[in-house]
């Protein structure tokens, strides 16, 4: 893959409560960020089972479950676990914060075509759907 | 004629010896003193009291119609002072002489005193019996700082205890480890973050040299100059055998009164039993020996002699709910031949570890899990050859029907350490006494009425023999917090936990999920009313926003509109919302309600306050809606004015939450109109009479509702449906609708109480339920305040990504 990757000054950490996740809008992307209060997780929001907001989902552990039908998404992989199939994932991307700021960690493509931003943590398996 | 035997001490183990010499012939003039003014009650229970989950009435063992019916006599409130063995008297301190053919001394122990200057001020106590616990109940309450000195069991049980009180507790150990008797160093380790974790704070390696403050406690002072501030010190720094009377009576006499394996002292009219026996140089301090001695000695003393006591294998266990801690038998890895085999998870907080010598278990030490521990016994117990089991020591083995284990089980295993009971005597009584539940077996047989510990076991063995057996139905609330609900309510009440995080790191997984956390998030609403601390990041989204997301993760808007009845000013508004925020859907649902359904999370706050009007909450656990048939006013039939009592019902009501969703209907006549008869709760008007019905339902499943009762008026019926409201929210576990909670108690317990109940119990409810309400509020005003600020609002990025 081409391209820098970019870490994105995201929003002020006080903007996300503990143990919720709140999404934003980064370019086209959605992406739900979580606060489990050690650190943040930030994958993409939409549940790979029937899209549902994952950013609205309680927190269990280091996982998110879905508002809709109570998929478990694991906020480290991005991958669904639990009974349901586990090749599905959603895009993971990589968080930091400095001085009181969330960082997202984002691929910009380097092309002709206006920047676009893709999946940059592939720590998920390769059959990954999405 | 008949011989007098007169026993000193009414203790756990001079009464519970008196109960198994009863068992035998001949039979004794008994006379039974004691130094406290209470009857025989359960020592080991008394850091439940201090804790509060027991009353000191719950602790009795043996009350007065028990001396009553074995003509016992009890003398309570005399310390025996003296005794003359040559002429066979014992002097009380009240002067009394009296006459004994056989002595029997169970004198129990004595607190330790370390050598501290200023014990003797106000403020400083012991904790040993009742009167030394409601001594510390008194002088306990939130805000009081308090000092443990002595980190054994019994210290750590009364830091929890008092702090459980809202005392904030210190507890002042000599040693470098808690409980260095019973648990090595790491257990010791494990078991101090736990409490830390509580809330007890533990300060190791301090000698305490002085209790200051002029003539009352302020605080102590330690050898190495420091100090800590208190309202109260409490002493817990071990127990010392009571002897003098053995000394007096001549007997020999070490550290306890010493006796052989028939339990004899050195005098043959003279026996002792309990805390103040020294057997085979050992003392003990904990209930089982108890019991084994009681029944040697009642055995030699009614001339039956024969069994013999060989020591007991020392074993203890923590009874602080939520700190799991068991030890047992001989854990030093000094002696050749020991293997320590071991397991931890600091994460869990879990500590295991056996040593095993020679092939055999010779000690075992579980913290944070102790639900094998009943196996380690009886491996310690039988000497079991462990060679064959050396890959699942800490493991379970291979899962095997469960009433296998109980059918392997010899008859004389003793299945209730506490109280000596064996599996041949729980099949017995089982079989005499047609028991089929484990309340009953308690009752006959005293199984797992100690500390509980074998309940687990009780209850297979009930399954496996008992042909009408009765499985109390307890499922845990989920995995993250293994305990069934309505024990979990009782922890939460009783151990004043005000977080769902704080009950997940305490009893639970530390994690908890989107089962576990809404549950949890709801008894802590119903027990505390609001004042507690409301996470709103353990309930489902629906009860963050106020609104019921849909499929493409818009919201449906409910707008409570009370009976069902609406105005033509109401009515506009509702239209211009749903024109001004181009509304996708605009129905009118089964509940008589109004439903905007596709509005976007950011808008709710302002379609809330173009409404006006309060939420309906259509979206959770709660009170939805009071449907109503038009009642007397327009009707031909109507017999009664349903339309003000269900708009009356749902005022009463609204914004409460509940287990589940509640529904309710209120109809003016037996033609039933607005369905109430398969409503959670149901008004049916009649002439001149209402009927109260509750545990209907429409749903996936469809059920006629109960009749709780039939009133005259108005009034009287909404009384009886608030009755029941309050006392499904406070009984039924989470998501158990009325219809499956009723169907489960059953109507006429349901009656019982609530309608039927001493007023006592019904002004309760109503107390409760006066105060949830007055602190419950609608929940749309949040679009003003919201609990978070970037609730409803759409975050964006602080920096774009430029194309």
Known sequence: ??????????????????????????????????????????????????????????????????????????????????????????????????????????????????????????SAPDSCAR | MT?????????????????????????????????????????????????????????????????????????????????????????????????FDKLLIATGSTPLIPPIDGVKKDGVFVFRNLDDTRALLDRAG????????????????????????????????????????????????????????????????????????????????????????????VIAAGIRPNVELGRKAGLQVNRGIVVNDYMETSNPDIFAVGECVEHNSACYGLVAPLFEQGKVLAATITGNRGPVYGGTIQAAKLKIMGVDVFSAGDFSEKSPGSDPVRYEDPALGIYKKLIVRDGKLAGVILVGDTSESHRYVEWLRSSTD???????????????????????????????????????????????????????????????????????????????VSPEFQEESKRSLCKCVPFPEDKLRE??????????????????????CEVCKPALSYMLDMLWCGDHDEDRSARFINDRVHANIQKDGTFSVVPRIRGGVTSAAELRRIADVAEKYKVPMVKITGSQRIDLL???????????????????????????????????????????????????????????????????????????????????????GQDGTWQVVVGGAAGKKVRKADLLLTVESTEEALQAATLFFQYYRENANYLERTYDFVERVGIAKVRRDTVYAPLAIQQGLRGRLRKSKQLARDAWLEGDEPKHPTQFVQIEPLEKIEA
């Open chain 1, 1 to 122: 893959m081409n391209g820098d990757t970019k870490w994105v000054r995201v929003t002020q950490c006080e903007n996300i409560p503990l143990r919720e996740g709140r999404s934003l809008t980064i370019d086209t992307c959605e992406i739900a960020i979580f606060n489990l209060g050690d650190r943040f997780f930030a994958i993409d929001s939409a549940c790979p089972h029937k899209g549902g907001p994952l950013s609205e989902g309680i927190v269990s552990g280091t996982t998110v479950v879905c508002p809709l039908h109570a998929w478990k998404v694991d906020l480290n992989t991005g991958c669904v676990v639990g009974q349901a199939s586990s090749i599905a994932c959603v895009k993971t991307y990589p968080t930091r914060v400095r001085d009181g700021v969330v960082y997202v960690e984002l691929l910009i493509e380097r092309s002709t075509e206006p920047q676009k931003l893709i999946c940059l943590n592939d």
């Open chain 2, 142 to 233: 939130p805000g009081k700082k308090a000092i443990v000195i002595g980190g054994g069991l019994l210290g750590l049980e009364a830091a929890r205890g008092l702090q459980v009180q809202g005392c904030d507790v210190t507890v002042v150990h000599l040693m470098d480890t808690l409980m260095e008797r019973q648990l090595d160093f790491a257990g010791g380790g494990y078991l101090k973050a736990k409490m830390e974790c509580l809330g007890v704070k533990v300060l190791l390696e301090r000698n305490t040299a002085a209790i200051l403050g002029n003539g009352k406690a302020e605080g102590v002072a330690f050898k190495d100059g420091s100090r800590l501030d208190a309202n109260f010190v």
């Open chain 2, 3 to 99: 011989q007098r035997l007169v026993v000193v001490g009414n203790g756990m183990a001079g009464v519970a010896c008196v109960e198994q010499i009863l068992k035998h012939a001949p039979k004794f003039e008994l006379t039974i003193f004691g130094d406290e003014t209470h009857v025989n009650y359960n020592r080991i229970l008394l850091s439940s009291v201090l804790a509060g989950e027991k009353a000191a009435e719950d602790i009795v063992l043996n009350g007065r119609d028990w001396y009553e019916k074995h003509g016992i006599e009890l003398r309570l409130g005399v310390r025996v002072a003296d005794v003359d063995a040559e002429h066979k008297t014992v002097t009380g301190d009240d002067g009394s002489v009296t006459h």
């Open chain 2, 598 to 684: 596709g509005v976007k999370k950011a808008d709710l706050p302002k379609v809330w306050a173009d409404l006006g009007m309060p939420s309906g909450q259509a979206y959770t656990k709660g009170v939805r809606m009071v449907k109503t048939c038009v009642g007397t006013d327009f009707c031909r039939f109507g017999v009664q004015d349903s339309t003000k009592a269900g708009i009356e019902l749902e005022r009463r009501l609204e914004h409460l939450y509940t287990p589940h969703k509640l529904k309710m209907g209120a109809v003016g006549c037996p033609r039933n109109c607005a369905e109430a008869t398969v409503k959670d709760i149901g008004l049916i």
């Open chain 2, 386 to 464: 462990l060679t064959t089991m050396r890959r699942q020591l800490l493991f379970p083995g291979p899962a095997t029907d469960s009433g296998l284990d109980v059918a392997e089980m010899a008859d004389s295993k003793v299945v209730c350490g506490c109280n000596g009971v064996t599996k041949g005597a729980i099949i017995q009584a089982v079989h005499e006494k047609g028991i089929s539940t484990l309340a009953q077996l308690k009752d006959c047989t005293r199984a797992s009425t100690g500390c509980g510990s074998c309940t687990e076991v009780c209850q297979q063995l009930l399954k496996a």
């Open chain 2, 491 to 512: 922890i939460l009440r009783s151990q004043r936990l005000r977080s769902v995080q704080e009950v997940l790191e305490i009893y639970g997984n530390g994690a908890g």
